[in-house]
């Protein structure tokens, strides 16, 4: 059975409204972009896959939502307001209506390392996976798998060895999983655009 889309850590959701932040709708526009460019949505088997995020202050970030990859165009309730995660205790406690995205620990260890980070994208591509593997792209252990907080440790390490506060990587553990982040949601995209035209030629 395929594993994406599960969520592994133990979740605190309180509800609550996501408030109005600067940036979200760029947030959101480029969540659409990498819908309809299909490296965000749904398998066939009806597991979703991919996820956006945004810083929102030192410690905590919005983040789609668990089981959202079949919707093109997210509201505000389609997020989750990340208030904090404790990798030693496996927990993420969050503010909204919806659970914070199964990969949740990955994106908050990105923000963690890198205070000059305030985006994060998660996307899934058999190709570019592919092509960044055969590239020699920067990446995670193969052994380790999605969700869990070995991995949120291990993306931690990892960033620290990419130059500035802009990168893509690989989760070579989590098949056709691939990471870019930035100090800005455009920044951040444009890892992805830049990937995406090179592994697509």
Do not use: W
């Not at 309730?77 to 969050?94: C, G, M, P």
């Not at 949601?185 to 992805?192: D, F, M, Q």
């Amino acid at each position: 059975m395929r594993q994406e889309g599960y969520i592994k850590y133990r979740s605190y959701l309180t509800d609550g409204a996501i408030p109005e932040l600067d940036g979200f709708e760029e947030l959101n526009r480029c969540r659409t972009e990498l819908f309809d460019l299909r490296l965000i949505g749904i398998y066939p088997d009806g597991i979703g896959f991919g996820n956006v995020s945004m810083r929102v202050d030192t410690e905590r970030f919005i983040i789609t939502g668990s089981a959202t990859g079949a919707v093109r165009e997210l509201a505000r309730d389609h997020y989750a307001l990340v208030e904090s995660i404790d990798l030693k205790n496996n927990s993420v406690h969050a503010v909204g209506k919806i659970n914070a995205s199964a990969e949740t620990m990955s994106h908050g260890a990105v923000y963690r390392t890198l205070p000059g980070v305030n985006a994060v994208i998660h996307i899934h591509s058999r190709l570019l996976f592919d092509y960044m593997r055969r590239e020699g792209y920067p990446a995670t252990d193969a052994a380790i798998p999605f969700g869990t907080p070995e991995l949120a440790l291990a993306i931690g390490y990892l960033v620290t060895s990419i130059p500035g506060d802009d990168g893509v990587f690989v989760t070579a553990g989590h098949d056709e999983g691939v990471i870019a982040y930035g100090a800005t949601v455009a920044s951040a995209l444009a890892g992805i655009r830049q990937v995406y035209t090179k592994g697509t030629m």
